[in-house]
């Protein structure tokens, strides 16, 4: 297996304690390497320097020639007045420009355009073949096909997780051989995380990625790194042996540290000793103190964990919402169609369904804060609710970390103890000079852990969480999961963790779509063995049809006919690649547009409709193959 990149003895400081401390690194090429570690811990500075971003303070780099890298950052695209062809298009640098140029010229062409438009088309179609770009708008065209996503679609009209869908389009379009991925699962709902599990299954290139969800860790993963304390340290094998094995060196390394600082005490007390001994010393043992000393000074010690609490109020009544035929309605679409639910004290219910499909408005009509339309719903008695929002609007940026949670006390009470604000605030890893930071200094993983800390401050016997899981790293994740398991109020919670909703709740409701929700027993996995949909009544969100729905069973007969259509379909799509290559050559001649301008005009809407039909073929191909493999 051939090498792409080593790092050796590279580090990196920002403070005191050295982010990166002379750490070694070698990627291999198809290698799917998950990096993981604490919010803070320098995951991110690691990618940057893979990528060449930014450069270490010492060490060597080594990358194999011409190495393309890509990178898939956390943020969704800014590119509002950009088509979905043009924005992908840029992962191409000058190249992709011209392409993007000639895709929206050719696209606005029309009989009655003028010689002029002509003669610029002429005039890019050179640049093109100068470039050797031709091979690039094919691979465009690949790509867009097999995400779905269409070239002419304007960016700002495309959700969250069409985004990233697009983001992930520009990073593949340049054919990279190491891709870098951070958090790729933001802004995706449970149907976009297991549609992009599966496209970096196959995608090709090696992937060095960053991720808080387990469940595509578990899958992804062939190697793990862990950053910790600046050291890197690798472990082959999936997230379920690196638990394993990580407990067996820390136990390892908590021996040795306490035979170390057994024998550092009985040295120290030995120097210690009076005038007699110190006149008959061992200098030998006198230099070997001072080199134990030394060594212990350098020692980084484990993190302290999170140890948060939740302050629960005195018990709700037994019955906490009553809900009957609930129907609601936006813009004359159905986001609720006559829902009914009874929530007992007790219940951890999680919401599953895709981006804007009307879980938070199910949760306002639950909280009373919203008036259903149709239906009634009865709120049970002596209800505390405490509400986690993923937008962060309960934080005031200008204000400090304590000020945002103690709003004006010096203490905050507990279940019944009374415990000072910045011990308080340790308990989720705030330092008593990080308490006193405004919160727009903060990062994600900070805002989060401070979400929590106001949170959990006030008494509650109803919990109501949007998105927790957010920006936190896996211990945290885990820790809020053995709380919220043990919590004895209500619990309603929306989250597109997997692997935290089948650990944390007892039922869920599944959003099916058009105002139909599905009320189970059991956490995501429970639900994945029991739905079956319809696919004739496809889930629509903003008016875009969900592809994938790899999460359910579908009720479809694959039989003879669709066996024969599946096998003969390789050979139509090859037909259709031919003709768009020979269509291509076509244009590409220099003398082409110098025939009459209706030839000109029947070649370019020959290609345009060639290109078309390839794009269905492909689709329909998908959707066979998905309907074959969800009936065996």
């Not at 993190?303 to 009553?322: H, I, M, Y």
Request: aromatic share 6%.
């Amino acid at each position: 297996m051939s090498t792409l990149l080593t790092l050796d003895q590279v580090s990196l400081s920002y403070g005191l304690d050295p982010l990166l401390d002379q750490i070694k690194l070698q990627i291999n090429a198809k290698e799917r390497i998950c990096l993981i570690g604490r919010n803070g811990a320098g995951k991110s500075s690691l990618l940057k320097i893979v990528e060449g971003m930014t450069l270490p303070d010492t060490g060597t780099i080594w990358r194999k020639p011409n190495l393309r890298i890509a990178r898939l950052t956390q943020e969704l695209p800014n590119a509002p007045d950009q088509t979905i062809y043009e924005y992908v298009a840029e992962g191409l640098s000058e190249t992709g420009k011209l392409l993007a140029q000639y895709h929206a010229l050719t696209g606005s062409l029309s009989p009655s355009s003028t010689e002029k438009e002509y003669a610029k088309l002429e005039r890019l179609q050179e640049k093109i073949v100068a470039a050797n770009g031709w091979q690039f708008e094919q691979n465009i065209s690949q790509i867009l096909m097999r995400l779905a996503l269409n070239p002419d679609q304007s960016m700002s009209s495309l959700s969250g997780g069409w985004q990233r869908r697009a983001a992930l389009a520009q990073a593949l379009v340049s054919s990279p051989e190491l891709l870098l991925l951070d958090e790729p699962t933001n802004h995706l709902d449970i149907a976009g995380i297991e549609w992009l599990e599966n496209e970096l299954l196959n995608a090709g290139p090696a992937l060095l990625f960053i991720t808080h969800d387990r469940s595509l860790l578990q899958r992804l993963a062939t190697r793990i790194l862990e950053l910790d304390r600046g050291q890197l340290t690798s472990w082959p094998g999936d997230y379920a042996n690196f638990l394993r094995r990580k407990e067996e060196m820390l136990h390892a390394e908590n021996q040795e540290n306490a035979l170390f600082d057994k024998k550092l005490a009985q040295e120290e007390t030995w120097i210690r000793q009076g005038i007699k001994a110190r006149r008959t010393r061992n200098e030998g043992r006198v230099r070997a103190l001072e080199a134990l000393r030394i060594e212990r000074s350098k020692r980084r010690e484990v993190q302290s964990k999170a140890t948060f609490s939740l302050n629960e109020a005195a018990r709700a009544g037994k019955l906490v919402v009553d809900a009957q035929n609930v129907s609601h309605c936006f813009n004359g679409q159905p986001v609720i169609d006559h829902f009914s639910i009874r929530i007992m004290r007790g219940d951890r219910i999680g919401l599953i369904g895709p981006n804007g499909i009307g879980k938070s408005t199910l949760l306002n009509i639950l909280l009373g804060n919203l008036a259903p339309q149709e239906g009634s719903v009865t709120l049970g008695t002596k209800l505390q609710i405490a509400y986690f929002d993923q937008l962060r609007q309960a934080l005031d940026l200008e204000k400090t970390v304590v000020d945002n949670v103690a709003e004006g006390r010096d203490s905050i009470e507990i279940n019944g103890r009374s415990k000072h604000i910045i011990s308080y605030l340790s308990d989720f890893l705030f330092t008593p000079a990080r308490a006193l930071t405004p919160v727009k200094a903060l990062s994600g993983g900070e805002c989060n852990r401070l979400l929590l800390a106001r949170l959990f401050s006030k008494p509650s016997n109803l919990l109501v969480m949007d998105e927790p899981t957010n920006d936190l790293d896996i211990e945290t994740l885990e820790l809020l999961e053995d709380l919220l398991s043990s919590y004895q109020g209500t619990l309603l919670l929306v989250s597109h963790d997997r692997a935290f909703v089948d650990n944390v709740v007892t039922g869920t409701l599944y959003f099916q779509g058009k105002g139909r929700i599905l009320e189970s027993v059991g956490g995501y996995k429970d639900l994945e063995k029991n739905i079956t949909v319809d696919p004739s009544k496809s889930v629509w969100i903003d008016n875009e049809k969900l592809i994938d729905q790899k999460n359910i069973k579908v009720k479809m007969k694959f039989g003879y006919k669709e066996q024969k259509e599946l096998e003969a379909l390789p050979n139509k799509l090859e037909s259709l690649e031919k003709m768009i290559e020979q269509l291509q050559i076509k244009i590409a001649d220099p003398h082409f547009y110098k025939q009459p301008q209706k030839v000109v005009n029947e070649t370019l809407e020959a290609l345009k409709t060639t290109e078309a039909d390839l794009q269905n073929a492909f689709s329909r191909w998908e959707e066979l193959e998905l309907q074959k493999n969800t009936l065996q």
